[in-house]
């Protein structure tokens, strides 16, 4: 086993682990009291998070001055700047951002959020699994598919199972994946993994396309829409433009923007993200997240106004 130490001193801007892992961009992460997802709050906390990183399990938590990490065979350290974007100007990005309320509550809420670059067929699988389903099942779900279709990994005594390939997802059946509660979406996943498999339609194919044409491009993928495909493009390609509409974002607009007219998503995402100024996707996750926890933050007395 390996171990080794990201200094926070080499990173630019804030960074929060707790608030990137756990803000609904990413669901392959597990903290090792195994209630990723479950807390209403945040915490102070040191808990280790794991994940399968390409061929090895790694482990990691903050401390006070750190990232400490644990890894089975190799240091994972640049794998780690890449996947939660450690290296990105977060202090430039968030001064960028437009004077708005919303903005400025949430940002202030969590200053250490960092939208994450994680790997692309577990993204575009997790989001068609986030139709009318809460983060915490989704959670649960992409958990379910490393252990029944994933590789195991040791780690230590333990075992860690990465999210299943394309090929070894599309050999599912829709049966096995409705009985593991995938239910209406169980074709969608299969259908879309044999695209990605058989090399039907790649991330290549999508990253290096303007965003709206990117954004269409990815709902040719089974179960993909608008939304879905904007959550793809900002959590796993590289895209800062995509502003998701979901419900507390479209709630975020009836109550802080009234005069944005909600129409076609197309129509309505041009306008919020005139709003959201030249980094619309990072103040959407910002947004999102403190909107989920804007009640238990109150209650807490964290909430910034």
Known sequence: MESGTIPLSSIPGPFDLQATLESGQTFLWTRADERTYLDPAPREGTDWYRTALDDQVVAVRQTGDALEWRATERDPTEALRDRLRLDDEMAQMLASLPDDPLIDAATAAFPGLRVVDEPFFPTLVSFILSAQMRVERIHSLVQSLGETYGQPLSFGEETVYAFPTPEELAAATERELRDLGLGYRAPYVLESAAMVADGTLSADDIRSLPYEEARTRATEFVGVGEKVADCVLLFSLG??????????????????????????????SRAIRERFGPYPGIAQTYVFHYLRHREALTAAGRAQQ
């Open 239 to 268: 895209f800062t433009d995509p502003v998701p509409l979901d419900t507390w974002i479209r709630s975020a607009i009836e109550e802080y923007v009234p005069d944005i007219e909600v129409t076609t998503y197309r129509d309505t």
